[in-house]
């Protein structure tokens, strides 16, 4: 069965870290791209973050360059999003999502992906 699984959100205050994780089977992991996508109510759904998980290449909307970390370990089919200085406007669920590596190098972050995670909840309080 083709799934991702994300877990890790929560809640925290403003300033403060999270990590979560998408967990994928069912698919050649290798051979895609993982991007974190959320949506805040009232808001369309954004890309947040990217790793093409054959080489590690990553991708990071400015809104979150220099706070929010992604990596991946494909002996574990695992990719992380390590969120660091947390601000209320993060506040969102976030997706895990994937997508054929060979779409992903054509289209980058804005390439249909295919594969979704249920989402997992991240609250910041100010």
């Known amino acids: 069965e083709v799934q991702l699984v994300e877990s890790g959100g929560g809640l925290v205050q403003a300033g403060g870290s999270l990590r979560l994780s998408c967990a994928a089977s069912?698919?050649?992991?290798?051979?895609?791209?993982i991007g974190w996508f959320r949506q805040a109510p009232g808001k369309e759904r954004e890309s947040v973050s990217c790793?093409?998980?054959?080489?590690?290449?990553?991708y990071y909307a400015d809104s979150v360059k220099g706070r929010f970390t992604i990596s991946s370990d494909n002996a574990k089919n695992t990719v992380w999003l390590q969120m660091n200085s947390l601000k209320p406007e993060d506040t969102a669920v976030y997706y895990c999502?994937?997508?054929?590596?060979?779409?992903?190098?054509?289209?980058?972050?804005?390439?249909?992906?295919?594969?979704w995670g249920q989402g997992t909840q991240v609250t910041v309080s100010s």
């Open positions: 790793i093409l998980s054959s080489d590690g290449r990553t």
């Open positions: 999502a994937a997508v054929p590596a060979a779409y992903y190098m054509t289209y980058g972050p804005q390439a249909d992906f295919g594969i």
């Open positions: 069912g698919f050649p992991f290798d051979d895609f791209a």
